[in-house]
């Protein structure tokens, strides 16, 4: 059973710095995790992804150069160091683990078969 508690979630102001974090357990077959972000009213959006194994990183445009996804050494702790934030970036950030992800999919939400509660983040001054 695969389990995703996500942490670090919270208020900051403009231009702010925060650290997510996703403790993961059973999913040693991951292929992929990731992290998604929805905003009220929105559709949940692909923030960035590793794959497991390598180590390869992905990101979307958005947080490109601000955000930088990475596991510890024992792979069971995935982080989102989060820079430079600005008020679009206010969502719950949600932590999803994929078993058969497939490279094309690992920004679609369907690519991915687990996922954690959720944390608040607020960009706001």
């Known amino acids: 059973q695969v389990q995703l508690v996500e942490s670090g979630g919270g208020l900051v102001a403009p231009g702010g710095s925060l650290r997510l974090s996703c403790a993961a357990s059973?999913?040693?077959?991951?292929?992929?995790m990731g992290w998604f972000r929805q905003a009220p009213g929105k559709d949940r959006e692909f923030v960035s992804a590793i794959r497991w194994a390598g180590g390869h990183t992905y990101y979307s445009n958005s947080v490109k150069g601000r955000f930088t996804i990475s596991r510890d050494n024992t792979k069971t702790t995935l982080y989102l160091e989060m820079n430079s934030l600005e008020p679009e970036d206010t969502a719950v950030y949600y932590c999803?683990?994929?078993?058969?992800?497939?490279?094309?999919?690992?920004?679609?939400?369907?690519?991915?078969?687990?996922w954690g509660q959720g944390t608040q983040v607020t960009v706001s001054s």
């Open positions: 059973g999913h040693a077959g991951s292929r992929y």
């Open positions: 999803a683990a994929g078993l058969r992800t497939i490279l094309s999919m690992a920004s679609d939400p369907r690519g991915y078969d687990y």
